[in-house]
């Protein structure tokens, strides 16, 4: 009966930053990224490992516009940390797909396909910012 938003966010580029430092350099990204995610989130939002490089984030009783605000304090989050990887640093962007319950999808699979088709949106417009699904992207 509450809205509930879901963010699928993926680090633009991270093959780059592999093949320059190493995958073990990538690595050790994804993972002060966990914990860049893990600050800003709430003690009850659902934080998980998505994909290889990506990320969801439901975030209980949350609307589209409070999300697209909390998508958008992670993107500026990130963009502007400097990630230690190895001798080195690394600065990474990420791109953002939204997606709310009950409006974009009733089932789960429902709701993580519109976030996914969101975040192809962010990716297809440029990289390093969130789209909200079924919004013009112009």
Do not use: W
Not at 36 to 42: E, F
Not at 45 to 55: C, G, P, T, V
Not at 93 to 109: C, H, M, R, Y
């Amino acid at each position: 009966q509450y809205p509930t938003t879901c963010l699928i966010l993926d680090i633009d580029d991270l093959k780059i930053t592999n093949d320059k430092l190493g995958e073990h350099a990538g690595d050790k990204a994804i993972m002060e990224l966990a914990n860049i995610l893990r600050g800003v989130t709430r003690g009850y939002d659902i934080l998980a490992r998505y994909a290889s490089d990506e990320f969801a984030i439901v975030l209980p009783q949350v609307k589209p516009e409070q999300g697209l605000k909390v998508a958008e304090r992670l993107r500026r989050k990130v963009e502007t940390h400097t990630f230690p990887v190895g001798d080195t640093t690394a600065s990474l962007t990420i791109s953002i797909g939204l997606a709310v319950f009950p409006g974009d999808g009733e089932e789960v699979e429902d709701l993580l396909q519109a976030a996914e088709s969101a975040l192809l949106a962010a990716k297809q417009l440029g990289k390093n910012r969130s789209c909200v699904f079924g919004t013009p992207t112009v």
